[in-house]
C-alpha cells in the first residue's frame, strides 16, 4: 500500500477550481437542456396516443346534425370518439349505426349499396349491413353496433 506523500498532492490555483466548477456546471446544465430537448417530444409522441384514446373512449354519444335528412339507400362515415363509423339509412327506412372497423385486420370497411353489403377492400371481408354480423372473408367477428336516434335536428348515435 503506497502512502500519500506531498509528491501526490498537487496544488491547483484558485482560479483553476473556480474554471473547473464553471465548466462542469455549465456541462450539467447543458445535459439537462439536451435530455429535455430530446426527452420532451419522445414524452409528447408516446402520451399523446393515450391522452386521445382515454379521451375517445370517454365519448358515450355522437350527435350528427342534419343526419336524419341522410336518403334511404346511403350512409354516412362519421368518427366515434377517435374510431371510424358509419350511419345507414336502409331502404326499408330503419337505420343502423356500426363501427367501420374490420375486425379482421382492422382496416375501414364500406357500405356498397348496390350490393347490399358492408365490404372491406383489404382481404374482401363482408358484413350485413343491418346487424353487422360477418357474413364472409376472414373477419371473426360483427363490427360493433351502436343504438341510433333521431330527432328533428340529428340522428344522435350512442354506445349500446
Ligand atoms: Fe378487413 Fe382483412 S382487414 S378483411
Redesign the pocket.
Known amino acids: 500500500m503506497s502512502e500519500l506523500t506531498s509528491k501526490h498532492i498537487v496544488a491547483v490555483p484558485p482560479d483553476d477550481l473556480a474554471t473547473r466548477r464553471l465548466f462542469l456546471g455549465v456541462a450539467s446544465l447543458a445535459g439537462l437542456g439536451y435530455a429535455a430537448a430530446i426527452g420532451y417530444p419522445v414524452y409528447r409522441y408516446l402520451a399523446s396516443p393515450i391522452e386521445e384514446n382515454a379521451a375517445a373512449s370517454a365519448v358515450t354519444e355522437v350527435a350528427l346534425r342534419d343526419a336524419q335528412k341522410l336518403p334511404p339507400g346511403s350512409a354516412l362515415m362519421f368518427k366515434f370518439g377517435s374510431q371510424p363509423a358509419m350511419l345507414i339509412h336502409h331502404r326499408d327506412n330503419t337505420w343502423t349505426a356500426l363501427g367501420a372497423v374490420?375486425t379482421?385486420?382492422?382496416?375501414t370497411?364500406q357500405y356498397v349499396p348496390a350490393r347490399g353489403v358492408i365490404h372491406?377492400n383489404?382481404?374482401?371481408?363482408e358484413y350485413d349491413p343491418h346487424t353487422g354480423q360477418n357474413i364472409s372473408?376472414?373477419?371473426p367477428r360483427p363490427l360493433k353496433r351502436y343504438v341510433v336516434k333521431l330527432n328533428d335536428e340529428a340522428a344522435v348515435v350512442s354506445r349500446a
Open positions: 374490420c379482421h385486420l382492422g382496416c370497411v372491406c383489404c382481404h374482401g371481408g372473408g376472414p373477419p
